[in-house]
């Protein structure tokens, strides 16, 4: 008898396949790859056989909740196939690229698992991207196609859509969820209505699937770099981090999940998230928003027991949940991170909401650190957590790439079986990014603890990270010259009661020339099609920019000044 694995998957069933390069990424080093299958970590399968399998041995439970829809395994698993052919048929294969702006849900969730079985790869892009941002990442991945909603809080995503597509110079096509999804356009909605087809299309699919080395999905770095790097994370890097944080944070089939940060980011997606959840037989619920009410009322209605969410939000969460009215008696299990949760906070978030604290510190490239369950209070509030892989390396250095003793800040280093070696199409960055031998620089100093936990201090990386979402200063910077025209300016981090950060910018003007207002700053920004999120809060004119004594701009001291100036 074949059982379902064997028959979806197609692989060599534990022994390590060939391995196909994947042009612009830095494969694993041989004798690491051999490790990292050795130990199981890398389970040799790719993605897809995942919906198979759910839909075998979950059948009929609840999958997904997204407002008034409740989908089974089965529909689930049928609605991705529908979707797998429908790629197909368009002519997408294996390897091709997609950009994926969709909001939370269920159809988010369908699309995801109908390109791992069929090897099309997605680029997650947030709903809050715009020109700016779409523009590099369809040229950059050349993607053949822009999957977005008809519209989304106002703004016509559609019509973007169509303009990018028809500007690039190869065949890219749109898929639009809604209904005023345009005749030229392929409707997400009617292929779903149509299901899966004639079953040699399924057996099409089964007999080609994506190989385990193949690039399963792109995630957007938070970085800090002009324009956002891509992460390429394979089946088996990224199979790996989800079943391997679903176990830490012992997810299961009691699981109930809330979707309510945009499931773009990865530690929705799979950390454990969306995919942790489904692959233990849970049950996922999707709200089209943190927002308070919606996300608590959520959490009562459908009996919540698992959710993530970030020190802003939470912030937000605790605030409303203390007017009373909502029995989130169902929670067991709140992870934060993100961004720094301060003990104080912590401990608010744990009485406030109820259920067992767990904190999380994680990057899109790729290492997760988390406390347990079960951990005590000291390190539950006071510590990011450690490793969730036996096989993450973590190294804390000084400025000179040497190690620090124990206990003392440092920047972080890590290497592992789910942090890729390079950025996707990065080969000149990456020689910066990444040591010569394989090492990821977080840009994050961090100190290690005896114990093996880590707490988070600050960083060496010029990213405004505001409420989890990370805003490049040297993006900021370069839009500020090329849309304003002034030269002379640097984007930092202020203290933001609301986000924990705000993007500042610092302006030197030209002499004789008049300074820019923020609102016309601001006006630019949009006119050029950037994502909101990075749009400056705050503007300071200086006469002169503090220097280093190398002659860099001290930004440190910016920072220092500003903070100074706001307290007093
Ligand atoms: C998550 O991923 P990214 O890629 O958006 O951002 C990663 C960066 C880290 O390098 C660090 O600077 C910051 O976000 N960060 C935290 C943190 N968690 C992330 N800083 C302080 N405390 C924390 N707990 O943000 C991400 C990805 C997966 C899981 C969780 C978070």
């Known amino acids: 008898m074949t059982t379902v694995e064997e028959g979806v998957a197609g692989t060599s069933g534990g022994r390590a396949p060939r391995s196909t390069p994947q ?16 130990a199981g970590h890398w ?8 919906t198979r399998r759910w839909a075998q041995t979950y059948g009929n439970r609840t999958a997904l909740v997204d407002g008034e829809i409740r989908l089974t395994y089965r529909e689930l698993a049928a609605h991705a196939d529908a979707l797998a052919v429908a790629l197909r048929e368009r002519g997408l294969h294996r390897g091709d690229r997609i950009l ?16 791992f079985r069929s090897g099309v790869v997605p680029v997650l892009v947030l709903t809050a991207h715009r020109e700016h941002e779409l523009d590099y990442l369809l040229r950059h991945t050349e993607a053949k196609l822009i999957v977005v909603p008809d519209r989304w809080r106002d703004f016509d995503h559609q019509d973007l859509a169509a303009r990018l597509a028809e500007a690039v110079p190869w065949e890219c096509g749109v898929l639009v969820k809604g209904t005023t999804a345009d005749a030229a356009h392929l409707d997400l909605g009617r292929i779903l209505a149509c299901g899966p087809g004639a079953p040699e299309r399924i057996r099409e ?10 690039i399963a ?18 089946h088996n890097d990224y199979g790996y981090n989800v079943r391997r944080s679903a176990e830490v944070s012992g997810f299961g089939s009691t699981t109930v999940f809330l979707a309510a940060l945009p499931v773009g980011h990865n530690a929705v997606l799979g950390c454990p998230g969306i995919l942790g959840t489904l692959s233990g037989g849970g049950t996922v619920v999707l709200v089209p928003s943190p927002q308070p009410r919606t996300a608590l009322a959520a959490m009562e209605a459908e009996r919540v027991t698992d959710v993530a969410v970030v020190p802003a939000v939470a912030r937000q969460w605790v605030a409303e949940a203390a007017g009373g009215g909502y029995d989130l008696g169902s929670l067991r299990l ?11 906070l912590a401990r608010r978030v744990r009485d406030g909401l109820g ?27 006071g510590t990011q957590g450690r490793p969730v892989s036996p096989d993450d390396e973590l190294l804390v250095v000084d400025e000179q790439d040497r190690p620090v003793p124990l206990g003392e800040v440092g920047e972080l280093l890590t290497r592992g079986p789910y942090t890729p070696r390079g950025y996707y199409r990065a080969a000149e960055h990456n020689t910066h990014a990444f040591t010569r031998d394989g090492w990821f620089r977080t840009g994050d100093l961090v100190r290690l603890h005896p114990g093996g936990n880590l707490t988070v201090e600050g960083r060496r990386k010029e990213l405004i990270n505001r409420g989890g979402e990370k805003v490049s200063a040297e993006e900021v910077e370069n839009l500020t010259r090329l849309l304003v025209g002034v030269d002379r300016v640097v984007a930092v981090p202020v203290p933001d009661k609301q986000f924990g950060e705000r993007v500042c910018l610092v302006v030197v003007p030209a002499p004789g020339a008049q300074a820019p207002s923020l609102s016309d700053v601001r006006q630019r920004f949009v006119r050029h099609g950037v994502a909101h999120y990075k749009l400056p809060e705050q503007l300071e004119i200086l006469t002169d920019l503090p220097l280093t004594p190398v002659g860099k701009v001290d930004k440190k001291a910016i920072r220092e000044r500003l903070a100074t100036e706001e307290k007093s």
């Open 23 to 38: 042009p612009g990424t830095v494969p694993w080093p041989a004798a690491y790859a051999a490790r990292y299958r050795a």
């Open 43 to 50: 389970a040799d399968r790719p993605l897809g056989h995942w």
């Open 100 to 115: 994926v702006q969709l909001p939370n849900s269920w159809e988010f969730v369908a699309l995801m698992l109908s390109c």
């Open 205 to 214: 699919l089964d007999a080609d699937p994506p190989h385990p080395d193949d």
């Open 217 to 234: 999905l792109f995630l957007l770095s938070g970085g800090t770099t002009g324009l956002p790097k891509l992460i390429a994370r394979t």
């Open 334 to 344: 709140v992870t934060i991170g993100g961004s720094v949760v301060d003990p104080e």
């Open 355 to 381: 259920g067992q604290l767990q904190q999380l510190y994680g990057m899109a490239e790729g290492l997760l650190c988390c406390t347990r369950p079960d951990d005590p209070d000291d390190l539950v509030l």
